[in-house]
């Protein structure tokens, strides 16, 4: 028996020594334990050698490098989240000591707004969770098949995402052209941008049912409700939220990146708002970040749509902080050492991912877009009262004979643009800004802090304090920057409760979601035909106070997460001995269903089926019928 069995012996043994696979063997082989031993013995018998696979090599067609997930190609970097099929609209990857969200969606509809919500708010509570990042997918998908990603036709590396161009995307959306050749794809681009904003079509749906209902309904009521209080939780963040403007992003598209309290743009970051020009206004605390910078700079972004890019982003005071895409992989890579040193020293950790944006080796990088207008911007608006002023005064700049003949032909361009625009959304805009930055002056004057001094605070804000003073100068500083973004969420919620029942922002959204179609567009008839017939008296009524149930209000949020155990339960801070609950059971339950991504669906199914012969959908047909000759 001894002699019978030494054969195998040897033979396992001879398995052990590492062997080199030849091409011709199979990827792997899994004999059974049975068939394992009998080959063994036969092999061992016959004096045989035969090679079995132990393992997976690199010259392996089916090899999987475990470092491909994290220094993946553009094409696929992101396929590692929660969804596998990568169609929610927000994904997440999880990383020890970093939340890691991905916008994947490219409006921001009730259902988007509440998937954001849930998880930032797990990712904030989170004890394992040092710091969260957001930025954007960028994958390109077959038309054929939509699960399996193809090459990418463009680079994000070398240059800024262009912006969205009918040119791009064919009919449906299915095929497209080559941004480099123009060349027919049968490629569909998924993200060439990071965000268009809010989508336009709910926008509609709800705007013509409030306006066929004659009052603002629950669904849009609920719509503006959750979307401002996502854009406070980002600005007030009790974690480091490092948010990437990663491409082109419109309107209230931008606002989220640039509210968190680690903003960061790279080269690609473009960033631009014209609502005034489809007849709406900045939201989701856009009018707030426009109020942060100087002088007449945001009002004169907002109403002349001016595009800004890369560095102008870091240089008018809209993102915090310069960081390249490729800083996020390793981010992922070393998040699990943030639980290893305390908060500060992990703060201090994320601050060496921030570059200098005017580092001479970089080539690509420019001074101020609007530096060489910025005087004459002051001029116009930042010391106007009033817009009807501002016209006036560009009109002047405009037929007055310069020596610099280029500053009458700006003037004439900003005048064209503004022209274009909504005359009653322009006064909203102006007003929503003006009375943010009248606000901050006179918290300011109360607090006794002088123009230097809060330029001082500005700047120390953009990094960690590092003595006690300027430690209190940034706690300052917040305070006062809080309540102005209160108060510019409160307004915009009055202003968007009325404007939803008003005809000027049905027409914008008609001729804005119609602009590509050479036989449905034509322009919008705003209901006032200039900014001087829109009186003060009906300004002032869209920021009346509203219903206590309708006006924006936050409740506090708790930094600590709930625990079913009871032991656990008693140390958290809203612990009630009475109840033996952390935490309001009936104000749990509606916020589960608040947030929900089903919330309002069977209203919203219900407005659908009322709007069958909406205005919009008559207006269409008739422009049509007009273009062939039937009326």
Not at 472 to 494: H, K, N
Request: aromatic share 8%; proline share 6%.
């Amino acid at each position: 028996m001894a002699s019978s069995m030494r054969p195998a012996r040897t033979a396992i043994a001879s398995l052990r020594q590492p062997s080199v696979p030849r091409p011709s063997d199979p990827p792997f082989f899994l004999p059974s334990a049975g068939s394992a031993l009998s080959g063994m013995r036969r092999m061992a018998g016959s004096g045989a050698v035969r090679w079995v696979r132990t393992g997976f090599f690199r010259q392996d067609d089916h090899f999987v490098d475990p470092e491909d997930p994290l220094f993946a190609r553009s094409v696929d970097e992101y396929q590692h989240a929660d969804d596998g099929t990568m169609r929610a609209p927000v994904l997440e990857r999880n990383n020890v000591g970093m939340g890691m969200l991905l916008i994947n969606t490219d409006t921001w509809d009730l259902r988007s707004v509440n998937m954001l919500y849930r998880k930032m708010r797990d990712l904030e509570v989170h004890s394992l969770k040092r710091f969260v990042a957001v930025t954007s997918t960028t994958q390109h998908r077959s038309v054929t098949d939509q699960s399996s990603p193809v090459p990418p036709i463009h680079s994000l590396h070398d240059g800024y995402v262009r912006p969205p161009d009918a040119s791009l995307i064919g009919e449906g959306g299915d095929m497209g052209t080559d941004w480099d050749t123009g060349e027919p794809t049968s490629v569909r681009l998924t993200r060439p941008y990071f965000s268009l904003g809010i989508d336009k079509k709910m926008l509609l749906l709800l705007a013509e049912s409030c306006v066929v209902e004659g009052e603002v309904l629950p669904s849009a009521a609920a719509w503006i409700r959750n979307s401002q209080e996502v854009s406070y939780m980002v600005a007030t963040y009790y974690k480091p939220l490092l948010f990437l403007l990663n491409g082109y992003a419109e309107d209230a598209g931008a606002s989220w990146p640039l509210l968190a309290n680690r903003s960061c743009a790279y080269h690609h970051s473009t960033f631009k708002t014209d609502t005034a020009s489809w007849g709406f206004i900045p939201t989701c605390g856009l009018s707030y970040v426009l109020s942060r910078m100087s002088s007449g700079l945001g009002l004169y972004v907002a109403l002349a749509g001016e595009t800004l890019r890369g560095t102008d982003l870091i240089h008018g005071g809209l993102a915090r902080h310069w960081m390249s895409p490729e800083a996020l992989p390793l981010l992922e890579i070393t998040s699990e050492k943030q639980l290893e040193v305390s908060e500060r020293d992990a703060a201090h950790l994320l601050e060496e991912h921030f570059i200098n944006p005017t580092s001479p080796h970089d080539q690509r990088t420019d001074g101020f877009k609007l530096a060489r207008w910025e005087q004459e911007i002051n001029k116009a608006l930042a010391q106007r009262d009033s817009l009807v002023d501002v016209e006036r005064h560009l009109e002047r700049l405009a037929t007055t004979a310069y020596s610099d003949k280029t500053v009458a032909v700006w003037a004439q361009d900003t005048l064209q643009q503004m022209r274009e625009n909504s005359p009653l959304a322009m006064q909203l805009t102006f007003e929503l800004v003006r009375r943010v930055q009248r606000l901050r002056h006179s918290l300011m004057a109360e607090t006794g802090v002088m123009a230097d001094e809060w330029k001082r605070m500005v700047r120390i804000s953009r990094r960690l304090p590092s003595t006690a003073e300027e430690d209190s100068l940034v706690q300052m500083y917040e305070a006062i920057e809080e309540r102005c973004l209160t108060e510019a969420l409160t307004l915009e919620t009055r202003v968007l409760h009325r404007l939803m029942l008003h005809p000027d922002l049905l027409e914008g959204l008609r001729a804005s979601l119609t602009r590509e179609s050479e036989k449905y567009y034509y322009p919008p008839q705003w209901a006032h035909p200039s900014i001087n017939s829109v009186a003060a008296s009906l300004v002032d009524g869209f920021f009346k106070p509203l219903a206590a149930e309708h006006e924006f209000s936050v409740r506090e949020r708790s930094g600590f997460p709930l625990s079913a155990h009871p032991k656990i339960r008693r140390l958290h801070p809203d612990y009630d001995a009475h109840t033996g609950y952390d935490h309001d059971p009936g104000f749990m339950q509606q916020e589960v269903v608040r947030w929900a991504d089903d919330f309002c669906l069977g209203d919203r199914m219900r407005l659908e089926e009322l709007l069958t012969d909406s205005p919009t959908i008559r207006q269409r047909a008739l422009s049509a019928a007009r273009e062939i000759g039937l009326r």
